[in-house]
C-alpha cells in the first residue's frame, strides 16, 4: 500500500513531471517543423525514424562549432578546387600520353559534362554544387583553349591568341550566364575575361605603351557603358581607366620634347572626357570627374614641360586649373563634374603652392647665415633665384583662388590659406626677384605691417590668427636680415619696435593680439639697447645698464599700461634677467646692476598692488652686498652687516608699534636675514669654531624670541639657521661615523625609518597641522 507523501514533497514531485513534460512537448515540436521541411523539399524521400530517450531541456549531443550551410560551402569549395587540379595536371602532364582524337574527346567530354551538370542539380534545388560545378566547367573552357593552340596552332603568336581566347571565352561564359540565370559566377567570369581582350590585342599588333594604354581606355569605355545598366562594370571600369591614365602621364612626363608629349597628351585628355561623361550620366561618379580633370590638366601641361623650367611648368598647370576652381559656380553642369571638378582644381592649386613654399622655405631659412657674422654686410645670392617671378605668381594665384572659394563657399578656412599665401608671395618676392637690400626691406616691412593690421581688424578667427602668425614670422625674418648692417638694424628694429607699440595701444583689438604685440615691442625695445651698446664699443658687462631701462620704464608707466601690464612687466623682467647676465662678467658691475634691479623692484612694490616684488627688492639689494663683500675679499661681513640690521630691526619696531597688523616678515625680515645670512655662509667656509659658536648662539636668541613674541619671522629665520649652523657641526661626524658602519647598516637603519613613519603616519599629520595652525596664528 502506498503512503501518502507529504504536501510539500508532493507539490515538488508534480512540478518536476510538469516540467519534463513541457520539455518533452518543446523537443516533439521542433522535431515536427524540422520533419515538416524535409517533406518539402523536392526530391526528398521519408525521413528516417530515430527513437530514442526524451530530452529535457538539454542538448543530446555536443555544440556544433560550424552551421550546415557552411559545412557544406567548404566541401563543395574543396570538390571544386581538387577537380581544378586533377584538370590542370591532366592538361599539363597526362596529356601526352593519348592521341588527338582521345585527347579532343576526353576534353570535350569532360567540359560539357561539366557545364551540362549545373543544369540537373538547378532543378534538383542545389545551387551551391551547380555553382562549384559551374566554376569546373569555366576552368576547363580555359584548358580547352590552352590545348587547342598547343595542339592545333603551336606556331600562332601568343599574345594574339589569347586576346581572341579571351574575347571568345567572354562571350562563352556571358551567354552560359544568360542561360543559367540563377547561377551568379559565369557573368562575373565574362566580364574579367573581357577587360583582356583589347589590351593583348594591342601588344600583339603594336607593341609599346602607347597603344595598350589605348586599348586599357577603351576598355575602360566599354566598361563604364556597361556600368550603367550593370553597377558591378564599375569596378573594372575604374581599373582600367587608372591604368590608361597612369601610362599617359609616365609617358608625358619622360617626353623629351613638346612633339613627343603630344601623344600622351591625347590619351589623357581622351581619359579626361570619359571622366566627365561617367560622371555626366552617374550622379555618384565625381570621383571619374576628378580623375579626370586632373588628366586632361596633366595632358595639357606636359605639352609646356619639356620647353619650360619647372617653376614655370608649375605656373602653367595652376593656370590650367583655374577653370576647374571656376565649376563651383557652374549651376549649367551636374552635381557629381561640379563637385568632382572642384576637387581637381583644389588639388592642384594644393601642389603648385607646396612646390612653390619650398622656394619660400629656402629664402627664410638663408637669413639664418646672417648669425655666423653680425654686421658683415654680406648681400643674398640672387643667382639662386632665378625662377623667382614664377614663384611670386605662383603663390599670388593661388592665394586669389583661395580667397575667390572663400567667397563662393562661404567658408572660413580658404581664407586663412589665402592669407598665408598671399603673405608668403609678397614678402618674398622682392628677394626672388633679386631686388637691392634697401627695396627687400622696404616691402617685407610693409607686408608685416600689412599683416598685422590684419591681424588687429580682421573679424574672422582663422583669418586673424593666420595673419597675426605671418605678421610674427616677417618680423622675426625681417629682424634677423637687418643684422646684415647696422644701420639696418637699427631702422628695421626700431620701426618694427614702434609698430608693435602702436599695436598694442589698439584698444580695438584682441587682447591675445595686444599682449603679444606688447612684448615684442619690449623684446625691440630691449634689443636696440643692446645694439646701441655693442656700437658703443664699451665693454659687454657695462651693456647691462642700459637694458636695466626697460624694467625701469615698465616700473614707470605701471597702471598706465592697461591691459597689456602683465605682458609687459613679465617681458621687462626677463630683460632684467638679460641684464644681470650681461654684468656677471665683472663682480663690481654685477653688484651695481643687482643693486639698480632692487630699486627698480622697489619702486613698484610702492603700489599696493605689486607689494609681492618687494621680496624681489629684499634679494636683489642682499645680493649686491653680498657680491661687493665678495670682491672686496671681507672674511667678517658682520662688521657691514650688523650697523645694517640694527636702524633696520628698529624701524621694524617702530612700525609693529604704530600698526599691530603688520607682517613681522615686512618688519623683521629684511633685517634678519642682511645678518644671519652672510653670516652663514661665511660660516660654512670657516674651519674655526668661533663664528659658528657666536651664530648659533644668536640664532637661538632669534628663535626664543620669536618663540616667546609669536612672530613668525624671527621664529622661521632663527630656527633655519640654527639649524644650518648644527648641520655643519656635526657634518664631520656624521661622514666618520657612516665610514665606520658597515654597507649594510644604513639601508637597514632607512628601512626601520620607513617602517617607523608609515606606523605613525597618520599621528604625525595630525601633529603637522596642529604645529602649522599653531605657527599661523603668530604675528
Given at each position: 500500500?502506498?503512503?501518502?507523501?507529504?504536501?510539500?514533497?508532493?507539490?515538488?514531485?508534480?512540478?518536476?513531471?510538469?516540467?519534463?513534460?513541457?520539455?518533452?512537448?518543446?523537443?516533439?515540436?521542433?522535431?515536427?517543423?524540422?520533419?515538416?521541411?524535409?517533406?518539402?523539399?523536392?526530391?526528398?524521400?521519408?525521413?528516417?525514424?530515430?527513437?530514442?530517450?526524451?530530452?529535457?531541456?538539454?542538448?543530446?549531443?555536443?555544440?556544433?562549432?560550424?552551421?550546415?550551410?557552411?559545412?557544406?560551402?567548404?566541401?563543395?569549395?574543396?570538390?571544386?578546387?581538387?577537380?581544378?587540379?586533377?584538370?590542370?595536371?591532366?592538361?599539363?602532364?597526362?596529356?601526352?600520353?593519348?592521341?588527338?582524337?582521345?585527347?579532343?574527346?576526353?576534353?570535350?567530354?569532360?567540359?560539357?559534362?561539366?557545364?551540362?551538370?549545373?543544369?540537373?542539380?538547378?532543378?534538383?534545388?542545389?545551387?551551391?554544387?551547380?555553382?562549384?560545378?559551374?566554376?569546373?566547367?569555366?576552368?576547363?573552357?580555359?584548358?580547352?583553349?590552352?590545348?587547342?593552340?598547343?595542339?592545333?596552332?603551336?606556331?600562332?603568336?601568343?599574345?594574339?591568341?589569347?586576346?581572341?581566347?579571351?574575347?571568345?571565352?567572354?562571350?562563352?561564359?556571358?551567354?552560359?550566364?544568360?542561360?543559367?540565370?540563377?547561377?551568379?559566377?559565369?557573368?562575373?567570369?565574362?566580364?574579367?575575361?573581357?577587360?583582356?581582350?583589347?589590351?593583348?590585342?594591342?601588344?600583339?599588333?603594336?607593341?609599346?605603351?602607347?597603344?595598350?594604354?589605348?586599348?586599357?581606355?577603351?576598355?575602360?569605355?566599354?566598361?563604364?557603358?556597361?556600368?550603367?545598366?550593370?553597377?558591378?562594370?564599375?569596378?573594372?571600369?575604374?581599373?582600367?581607366?587608372?591604368?590608361?591614365?597612369?601610362?599617359?602621364?609616365?609617358?608625358?612626363?619622360?617626353?623629351?620634347?613638346?612633339?613627343?608629349?603630344?601623344?600622351?597628351?591625347?590619351?589623357?585628355?581622351?581619359?579626361?572626357?570619359?571622366?566627365?561623361?561617367?560622371?555626366?550620366?552617374?550622379?555618384?561618379?565625381?570621383?571619374?570627374?576628378?580623375?579626370?580633370?586632373?588628366?586632361?590638366?596633366?595632358?595639357?601641361?606636359?605639352?609646356?614641360?619639356?620647353?619650360?623650367?619647372?617653376?614655370?611648368?608649375?605656373?602653367?598647370?595652376?593656370?590650367?586649373?583655374?577653370p576647374l576652381l571656376a565649376a563651383v559656380r557652374g549651376a549649367a553642369?551636374?552635381?557629381?563634374?561640379?563637385?568632382?571638378?572642384?576637387?581637381?582644381?583644389?588639388?592642384?592649386?594644393?601642389?603648385?603652392?607646396?612646390?612653390?613654399?619650398?622656394?619660400?622655405?629656402?629664402?627664410?631659412?638663408?637669413?639664418?647665415?646672417?648669425?655666423?657674422?653680425?654686421?658683415?654686410?654680406?648681400?643674398?645670392?640672387?643667382?639662386?633665384?632665378?625662377?623667382?617671378?614664377?614663384?611670386?605668381?605662383?603663390?599670388?594665384?593661388?592665394?586669389?583662388?583661395?580667397?575667390?572659394?572663400?567667397?563662393?563657399?562661404?567658408?572660413?578656412?580658404?581664407?586663412?590659406?589665402?592669407?598665408?599665401?598671399?603673405?608668403?608671395?609678397?614678402?618674398?618676392?622682392?628677394?626672388?626677384?633679386?631686388?637691392?637690400?634697401?627695396?627687400?626691406?622696404?616691402?617685407?616691412?610693409?607686408?608685416?605691417?600689412?599683416?598685422?593690421?590684419?591681424?588687429?581688424?580682421?573679424?574672422?578667427?582663422?583669418?586673424?590668427?593666420?595673419?597675426?602668425?605671418?605678421?610674427?614670422?616677417?618680423?622675426?625674418?625681417?629682424s634677423l636680415g637687418a643684422l646684415d648692417g647696422r644701420a639696418a638694424?637699427?631702422?628695421?628694429?626700431?620701426?618694427?619696435?614702434?609698430?608693435?607699440?602702436?599695436?598694442?595701444?589698439?584698444?580695438?583689438?584682441?587682447?591675445?593680439?595686444?599682449?603679444?604685440?606688447?612684448?615684442?615691442?619690449?623684446?625691440?625695445?630691449?634689443?636696440?639697447?643692446?645694439?646701441?651698446?655693442?656700437?658703443?664699443?664699451?665693454?659687454?658687462?657695462?651693456?647691462?645698464?642700459?637694458?636695466?631701462?626697460?624694467?625701469?620704464?615698465?616700473?614707470?608707466?605701471?597702471?598706465?599700461?592697461?591691459?597689456?601690464?602683465?605682458?609687459?612687466?613679465?617681458?621687462?623682467?626677463?630683460?632684467?634677467?638679460?641684464?644681470?647676465?650681461?654684468?656677471?662678467?665683472?663682480?663690481?658691475?654685477?653688484?651695481?646692476?643687482?643693486?639698480?634691479?632692487?630699486?627698480?623692484?622697489?619702486?613698484?612694490?610702492?603700489?599696493?598692488?605689486?607689494?609681492?616684488?618687494?621680496?624681489?627688492?629684499?634679494?636683489?639689494?642682499?645680493?649686491?652686498?653680498?657680491?661687493?663683500?665678495?670682491?672686496?675679499?671681507?672674511?667678517?661681513?658682520?662688521?657691514?652687516?650688523?650697523?645694517?640690521?640694527?636702524?633696520?630691526?628698529?624701524?621694524?619696531?617702530?612700525?609693529?608699534?604704530?600698526?599691530?597688523?603688520?607682517?613681522?616678515?615686512?618688519?623683521?625680515?629684511?633685517?634678519?636675514?642682511?645678518?644671519?645670512?652672510?653670516?652663514?655662509?661665511?660660516?660654512?667656509?670657516?674651519?674655526?669654531?668661533?663664528?659658528?659658536?657666536?651664530?648659533?648662539?644668536?640664532?637661538?636668541?632669534?628663535?626664543?624670541?620669536?618663540?616667546?613674541?609669536?612672530?613668525?619671522?624671527?621664529?622661521?629665520?632663527?630656527?633655519?639657521?640654527?639649524?644650518?649652523?648644527?648641520?655643519?657641526?656635526?657634518?664631520?661626524?656624521?661622514?666618520?661615523?657612516?665610514?665606520?658602519?658597515?654597507?649594510?647598516?644604513?639601508?637597514?637603519?632607512?628601512?626601520?625609518?620607513?617602517?617607523?613613519?608609515?606606523?605613525?603616519?597618520?599621528?604625525?599629520?595630525?601633529?603637522?597641522?596642529?604645529?602649522?595652525?599653531?605657527?599661523?596664528?603668530?604675528?
Open positions: 500500500m502506498n503512503m501518502p507523501l507529504p504536501p510539500a514533497e508532493e507539490l515538488a514531485l508534480i512540478d518536476r513531471e510538469l516540467a519534463q513534460l513541457d520539455a518533452r512537448r518543446l523537443y516533439l515540436l521542433g522535431r515536427r517543423d524540422w520533419l515538416l521541411r524535409l517533406l518539402h523539399q523536392p526530391g526528398s524521400g521519408p525521413a528516417p525514424v530515430r527513437w530514442g530517450p526524451a530530452v529535457s531541456g538539454v542538448p543530446a549531443g555536443p555544440a556544433k562549432e560550424a552551421s550546415a550551410p557552411s559545412a557544406q560551402n567548404v566541401l563543395l569549395v574543396l570538390g571544386a578546387v581538387l577537380l581544378a587540379v586533377a584538370a590542370l595536371a591532366f592538361t599539363l602532364v597526362s596529356w601526352g600520353s593519348m592521341g588527338i582524337a582521345g585527347r579532343s574527346a576526353v576534353l570535350a567530354a569532360v567540359t560539357a559534362a561539366a557545364l551540362g551538370a549545373p543544369v540537373l542539380l538547378l532543378r534538383r534545388g542545389l545551387r551551391s554544387t551547380a555553382e562549384s560545378v559551374a566554376a569546373v566547367g569555366l576552368l576547363l573552357t580555359v584548358l580547352d583553349a590552352y590545348a587547342l593552340y598547343a595542339v592545333g596552332m603551336p606556331d600562332t603568336d601568343g599574345t594574339g591568341y589569347a586576346a581572341g581566347a579571351a574575347a571568345v571565352l567572354a562571350a562563352a561564359w556571358a551567354g552560359y550566364g544568360a542561360g543559367l540565370r540563377r547561377l551568379r559566377l559565369p557573368l562575373p567570369a565574362a566580364l574579367l575575361a573581357a577587360q583582356f581582350a583589347l589590351p593583348l590585342a594591342a601588344l600583339a599588333a603594336w607593341p609599346g605603351p602607347q597603344a595598350l594604354g589605348w586599348a586599357l581606355l577603351a576598355t575602360a569605355a566599354l566598361d563604364a557603358a556597361l556600368a550603367l545598366r550593370v553597377g558591378a562594370a564599375a569596378v573594372p571600369a575604374a581599373v582600367t581607366g587608372v591604368g590608361a591614365l597612369l601610362i599617359g602621364a609616365a609617358q608625358s612626363w619622360s617626353a623629351g620634347s613638346a612633339a613627343q608629349a603630344a601623344a600622351p597628351a591625347a590619351l589623357l585628355l581622351a581619359g579626361g572626357a570619359l571622366g566627365v561623361a561617367a560622371a555626366w550620366r552617374e550622379p555618384r561618379a565625381w570621383a571619374a570627374a576628378s580623375a579626370g580633370a586632373l588628366a586632361a590638366v596633366a595632358g595639357l601641361g606636359g605639352v609646356a614641360r619639356p620647353v619650360l623650367d619647372p617653376a614655370w611648368t608649375v605656373l602653367v598647370h595652376l593656370l590650367l586649373a583655374l553642369l551636374p552635381e557629381a563634374v561640379r563637385r568632382g571638378a572642384a576637387r581637381a582644381g583644389a588639388v592642384v592649386a594644393s601642389v603648385a603652392a607646396l612646390s612653390a613654399g619650398a622656394a619660400v622655405a629656402a629664402v627664410l631659412v638663408a637669413r639664418l647665415r646672417v648669425l655666423g657674422e653680425v654686421w658683415a654686410g654680406t648681400t643674398p645670392d640672387r643667382e639662386a633665384y632665378a625662377s623667382g617671378a614664377a614663384v611670386t605668381l605662383v603663390l599670388l594665384i593661388a592665394a586669389g583662388a583661395a580667397w575667390w572659394l572663400a567667397r563662393a563657399l562661404s567658408r572660413p578656412e580658404p581664407v586663412a590659406v589665402a592669407v598665408v599665401l598671399g603673405w608668403a608671395g609678397l614678402f618674398t618676392a622682392p628677394v626672388l626677384l633679386g631686388l637691392p637690400a634697401a627695396a627687400v626691406f622696404a616691402v617685407q616691412l610693409a607686408v608685416t605691417g600689412a599683416a598685422g593690421v590684419l591681424a588687429l581688424r580682421s573679424p574672422g578667427s582663422g583669418a586673424r590668427i593666420a595673419a597675426a602668425v605671418c605678421a610674427l614670422v616677417g618680423a622675426a625674418n625681417v638694424t637699427f631702422a628695421v628694429w626700431g620701426l618694427l619696435g614702434a609698430g608693435c607699440a602702436t599695436a598694442a595701444a589698439y584698444g580695438a583689438a584682441a587682447r591675445p593680439l595686444r599682449s603679444g604685440a606688447a612684448v615684442c615691442a619690449v623684446g625691440y625695445a630691449t634689443g636696440l639697447l643692446v645694439a646701441a651698446g655693442a656700437v658703443s664699443d664699451l665693454a659687454v658687462v657695462w651693456w647691462s645698464l642700459p637694458v636695466l631701462a626697460v624694467p625701469a620704464a615698465a616700473a614707470a608707466l605701471g597702471p598706465r599700461l592697461g591691459g597689456v601690464r602683465l605682458s609687459v612687466e613679465i617681458a621687462a623682467g626677463v630683460a632684467g634677467v638679460l641684464a644681470v647676465g650681461l654684468s656677471a662678467g665683472r663682480a663690481g658691475t654685477l653688484a651695481l646692476v643687482l643693486a639698480l634691479a632692487g630699486v627698480v623692484c622697489a619702486g613698484s612694490a610702492v603700489r599696493p598692488e605689486r607689494r609681492v616684488l618687494g621680496w624681489a627688492a629684499g634679494a636683489l639689494l642682499a645680493a649686491a652686498t653680498w657680491v661687493r663683500l665678495a670682491e672686496a675679499g671681507v672674511s667678517a661681513p658682520e662688521a657691514y652687516t650688523l650697523p645694517v640690521t640694527v636702524p633696520a630691526l628698529v624701524v621694524g619696531l617702530l612700525r609693529r608699534r604704530r600698526d599691530a597688523q603688520a607682517s613681522s616678515w615686512t618688519a623683521y625680515g629684511p633685517a634678519l636675514a642682511a645678518t644671519l645670512v652672510p653670516s652663514l655662509l661665511a660660516a660654512w667656509g670657516d674651519p674655526g669654531w668661533i663664528r659658528p659658536l657666536l651664530l648659533g648662539a644668536a640664532a637661538l636668541a632669534v628663535t626664543l624670541l620669536g618663540a616667546r613674541q609669536r612672530l613668525q619671522a624671527p621664529l622661521l629665520l632663527g630656527g633655519a639657521v640654527l639649524a644650518a649652523v648644527a648641520v655643519h657641526e656635526l657634518a664631520p661626524y656624521v661622514v666618520q661615523v657612516a665610514g665606520a658602519l658597515p654597507r649594510w647598516v644604513p639601508p637597514a637603519l632607512a628601512g626601520l625609518l620607513l617602517l617607523a613613519v608609515g606606523a605613525t603616519y597618520e599621528r604625525r599629520l595630525r601633529d603637522a597641522r596642529r604645529l602649522r595652525a599653531a605657527i599661523g596664528r603668530l604675528g
